[in-house]
């Protein structure tokens, strides 16, 4: 089936530590995207891939890092200078083609709780 | 800036009834595209409909359909005949064509309970 994965469901980091959140997809989508959402609140951005070997900063991308080495795959590392990284990360991706070229499809999130 | 807002932080609604969940946005641009998401508590974001800003008639999806009224520059929900199942955030997204950001500004959200 195609779809969305993120890896893992749940993640838990020490203070000072780096963590990497996993997203993959396999809808040959061209532009993939990573938000965080707060508890009660909706989605923000961090960063944004349309091609492969580039990306852009989001609104929050601070403490955060990208890269895109892949088509199928747009990796999420929260660096020990964000500080507050508890939140629901989701990832998402879209065809830039047809009716619904805009659509973002979202992967099932990665829930990151510092311990 | 783009900004959306949902002025609802909750709703109730009684199975079987249609309820309309309200979605105001803001933007200079005279080309985009509206979208709203429902969000159960999985976590999953679940896509509904998508309105352009250029389409003469309102999108409707199945039991979605979307309020679109360009002049006021709202986007509103409704959603007929009400199952247990809608019960869940809902949130409504906006994406600007003339820039080079293709991403999209969501609203808060409003979460919705259907009531058997």
């Known amino acids: 089936d195609g779809g969305i994965t993120q890896s893992p469901k749940y993640l838990f980091r020490k203070e000072g530590q780096n963590v990497t959140l996993s997203c993959e997809q396999n809808l040959n989508h061209d532009a993939m995207y990573w938000y965080r959402q707060d508890p009660g609140q909706g989605l923000r951005l961090i960063y944004y891939?349309?091609?492969?070997?580039?990306?852009q900063k989001g609104d929050i991308a601070e403490g955060y890092s990208v890269s895109r080495e892949k088509k199928e795959s747009f990796p999420l590392t929260v660096t020990s200078a964000q500080k507050n990284p508890t939140a629901f990360y989701l990832c998402?991706?879209?065809?830039?083609?047809?009716?619904?070229?805009?659509?973002?499809?979202f992967g099932p999130g990665t829930r990151l709780l510092v311990l | 800036a783009q900004k959306i807002t949902q002025t609802q932080p909750g709703m109730f609604v009684q199975e079987k009834e249609a309820v309309t969940l309200d979605c105001t946005y803001d933007?200079?641009?005279?080309?985009?595209?509206l979208f709203w998401y429902k969000q159960p508590s999985s976590g999953e974001m679940i896509f509904l409909i998508y309105q352009g800003s250029y389409d003469e008639q309102n999108a409707t999806e199945g039991r979605y359909s979307l309020n679109f009224q360009k002049a006021r520059k709202s986007a509103n929900l409704v959603i007929s005949a009400s199952q247990l199942g809608d019960s869940a955030m809902y949130f409504c997204a906006m994406r600007v064509h003339n820039t080079g950001r293709r991403a999209l500004t969501f609203g808060s959200g409003t979460r919705l309970q259907v009531q058997p």
């Open positions: 998402a991706s879209n065809p830039g083609l047809g009716r619904y070229q805009e659509t973002q499809y």
């Open positions: 891939s349309q091609i492969v070997n580039d990306f």
């Open positions: 933007t200079s641009d005279q080309s985009y595209g």
